[in-house]
Each structure stands twice: as C-alpha cells, then as structure tokens.
C-alpha cells in the first residue's frame, strides 16, 4: 500500500494564483468550485445584514468565503465557511496580518448548492464544532431554512428554521436578529 501525502498550509500558500479556491481538510486539498446565484444572494443578503449589526457596534470582524482558517495543525484544516465572524477581543492585536487567521470564527455560515453532499455537509458542521466554531449556520436556500448548530461546552445542539423563524446570533454574534423569510428574498418561488 502507497502513502497519502499530507499537505500544510504552507503548501497551500505555494499554489500559483489557483483557479479556484482550495481548503485543507486533515492535510487533503479540496476544490472549492463557484457557486450558483442564489448561493451568492443568500450569502450576500446575510452579509449585509451582519455587517449592519456588527459594525455598529463595533463587535468585530467579518469574512467572506475567501478568507481561511486554519484550525488545526499535523495535520492541517484550513476552511473557508461562505461567511465568517470573529469578535472583536479574539482579533489579533493590532489588527489583520496578510496571513491565514490561526483561530475558530464564533460564527461559521455554509450556504448549500445543488452540489452539497449531506454527509460532507455534517462532517463540516461537526468539525466546525469540534475545533472551537461556536455556531454553525447551514442555509439551504432551495428548501428556504437554516439548520443553526451551536455547542455549549462539550454539548452541541441544532435547531430548524423556516421562513417563518427570526435567526437569532445567540451568544456568537449578541444581539443580532433577521427574519430568515429576507435572507431569500431574491430568490424564485
């Protein structure tokens, strides 16, 4: 039986102007491929809709599904969730570096395409989890609800939410809110 070769994230960061975005997951480099419209929307819509809160009252930073992270190393997991949030006192002191940030976000959003594997889909969420993520948000914009996922601990806890449902950041984004119904506004009936 051959090896695997492991990669870093070092060996990430040595790919020439890739195509295509990448992520390690345990040391194996994923494509990332584009995204549909309406992935762009709902990601773009909950974007908005965070950046007003979270600006506002100065409780961090945002990112967008180009930003890393790397959360593990030996070997090494390096995502980019669709959107991200890290508060303002877990940011590195004197602000962003042109690096990889080397820390969980609070707050990880995964919008679903066509493409989505359930199971992968639960790996992730579960490695967001068990690598310091406090929430995970998973929106399916083709059946129009988000499935939130949090731990608390060594507990973790999902809840569905439709339409109907307000969002609620909990105690990783404090004080944010928006009816779900808005982030699929653009979207077809």
Do not use: N
């Not at 480099?29 to 819509?45: C, D, E, F, Q, Y």
């Not at 059946?143 to 806890?157: C, L, M, N």
């Amino acid at each position: 039986m051959g090896s695997k070769t492991l990669l870093t994230v070092d060996d990430l960061l040595r790919v020439p102007q890739p195509d295509l975005p990448h992520e390690l997951r345990r040391g194996v480099l994923r494509l990332v491929t584009p995204a549909i419209s309406a992935h762009g929307a709902v990601s773009a819509r909950l974007l908005v809709a965070l950046a007003q809160h979270i600006y506002t009252h100065d409780l961090g930073a945002l990112f967008t599904a180009e930003a890393g992270f790397i959360l593990e190393r030996d070997p090494d997991t390096l995502l980019c969730p669709d959107v991200a949030f890290v508060s303002r006192e877990r940011l590195p002191a004197g602000g962003l570096e042109p690096r990889f940030l080397e820390l969980a976000p609070d707050l990880a959003v995964e919008v679903l395409t066509p493409s989505s594997r359930p199971g992968e889909v639960r790996s992730k969420v579960a490695d967001y989890l068990r690598l310091g993520v406090r929430a995970v948000w998973v929106i399916d914009p083709a059946r129009r609800i988000v499935r939130s996922h949090s731990r608390a601990g060594r507990r973790t806890s999902a809840v569905h939410l439709t339409e109907d449902d307000m969002l609620d950041g909990g105690e990783a984004v404090p004080g944010f809110s928006c009816r779900i119904a808005e982030l699929f506004a653009d979207l077809r009936r």
